[in-house]
C-alpha cells in the first residue's frame, strides 16, 4: 500500500520570503504522479504541481516548484517570494494510474503555512 | 466553464439518519470521486464513479454508498449516521476514461455535522 507523509503540520514564513514543505511517500512501484494541492480557508481544493515519476526533471509553475528525489522517495514543495494568498493547507497526494486505483488520490495529512505580513 | 458544484454546503443531522449528498462535475467530466476530510484521519478516499459504474472503492463501511446518473452527477449516502461521520466531504471530477491521469478537480464540499 502507498503512503505519504507530511512531517511538519505547521508552517510559518514571512511574505516574500521562500519557504520549503516536505513530503515523503512509500511505494514499490516505479509508474505513478505526484502532487501537491492547496486549500485555502475557503476549502477549495486547487492543484498546485504535479510531477510524473518519469520525468526527472523538476516541475516548476511560476513561484512554486518541486524538488523531487525518487529514490529518496522525497516530493518537497519551495514556495518563492511568498505572497498572503498562499496562506492555505498544503496537501502532498500521491497517485496510480492503474490497478484499479482510478480516481484514488492518497493524502498527506497536510501543512497548515501562514504567510505572515 | 462553471467548477464543481456540491450540494447542500452545510448539513446538520442527528445519530441513526441517514443524509444524501450530491455533486455535479464540470460538464463533459465523466469521473467522480468522493473524499472524507476530518482533522484527525486528514484526507480519506470513498469512491469512484465513471460511467454510472463504480470503478474503486475505499475502506469504508457498507453505510456509505454513492451512485452516478447518466449526466455524470453524482449523490453519496450515509445511511444509519455516526458522530465520527461528521466531515467535510469533497467531491472531485475528471475527464478519466483510460487508465491514466486526469487532473482532479474539487468542488467545494458539504459540511456534515452529526449531532
Known amino acids: 500500500a502507498q503512503t505519504v507523509t507530511q512531517s511538519q503540520p505547521e508552517m510559518s514564513v514571512q511574505e516574500a520570503e521562500t519557504v520549503t514543505l516536505s513530503c515523503t511517500y512509500d511505494?514499490?512501484?516505479?509508474?505513478?504522479?505526484l502532487f501537491w494541492y492547496k486549500q485555502p480557508p475557503s476549502r477549495q481544493m486547487i492543484l498546485v504541481i504535479r510531477?510524473?515519476?518519469?520525468?526527472?526533471q523538476n516541475a516548476t509553475e511560476n513561484r512554486f516548484s518541486v524538488n523531487f528525489q525518487k529514490a529518496a522517495k522525497s516530493f518537497s514543495l519551495k514556495i518563492s517570494d511568498s505572497q498572503l494568498g498562499d496562506t492555505a493547507m498544503y496537501f502532498c497526494?500521491?497517485?496510480?494510474?492503474?490497478?484499479?486505483?482510478?480516481?484514488?488520490?492518497?493524502f498527506g495529512k497536510g501543512t497548515k503555512l501562514s504567510v505572515k505580513p | 466553464k462553471a467548477g464543481v458544484t456540491q450540494t447542500p454546503r452545510y448539513l446538520i443531522k442527528t445519530r441513526g439518519q441517514q443524509v444524501t449528498l450530491s455533486c455535479s462535475p464540470i460538464s463533459g467530466h465523466r469521473s467522480v470521486s468522493w473524499y472524507q476530510q476530518t482533522p484527525g484521519q486528514g484526507l480519506q478516499f470513498l469512491f469512484e464513479?465513471?460511467?454510472?459504474?463504480?470503478?474503486n472503492k475505499g475502506n469504508f463501511p457498507g453505510r456509505f454508498s454513492g451512485r452516478q446518473f447518466s449526466n455524470s452527477r453524482s449523490e453519496m449516502n450515509v445511511s444509519t449516521l455516526e458522530l465520527g461521520d461528521s466531515a467535510l466531504y469533497l467531491c472531485a471530477s475528471s475527464f478519466s476514461d483510460r487508465v491514466a491521469y486526469n487532473e482532479q478537480f474539487f468542488g467545494p464540499g458539504t459540511r456534515l455535522t452529526v449531532l
Open positions: 464513479y465513471f460511467s454510472e459504474t463504480q470503478r
Open positions: 511505494t514499490s512501484e516505479s509508474n505513478y504522479y
Open positions: 497526494a500521491f497517485f496510480l494510474p492503474y490497478g484499479g486505483s482510478q480516481g484514488n488520490l492518497i
Open positions: 510531477q510524473e515519476a518519469y520525468k526527472q
